[in-house]
């Protein structure tokens, strides 16, 4: 199977796709349906598809690939912590607003 080479000077489109959605993920939070999540995973799994096809045809944009990606998992790892705060917040308000553990049951007799 042979694949046709690309013009030296040509970028990987899918590699500016990774970029573009990378930096657009922190931007679409807003988007109702979609969010940033969607678009930080999009930014990642187009920034290996572009890798790949840029080392089987040559073309430039790895830089725009890897970055994509980085930005998409650093993404996705600001919003698993966030996530995990805002749970410990909970349950720190929860502990806060009712007492459990402060109190000590007392046994009458």
Not at 20 to 27: E, K, L, N, R, T
Not at 77 to 85: K, M, P, Q, S, V
Request: aromatic share 8%.
């Amino acid at each position: 199977m042979g694949y046709a080479t690309a013009a030296t000077g040509q970028t990987n489109s899918l590699a500016v796709i990774s970029l573009v959605a990378g930096i657009g993920s922190f931007f679409a939070h807003v988007i109702p349906g979609i969010g940033g999540l969607t678009v930080a995973i999009v930014a990642v799994v187009t920034g290996f598809m572009a890798r790949n096809q840029i080392k089987q045809t040559g073309e430039k944009g790895m830089g725009y690939a890897t970055a994509g990606i980085v930005i998409g998992f650093v993404h996705i790892a600001l919003l698993g912590l966030g996530i995990l705060l805002l749970l410990f917040l909970i349950f720190v308000v929860g502990l806060t607003l009712f007492g459990i553990g402060s109190h000590t049951a007392t046994s009458g007799g």
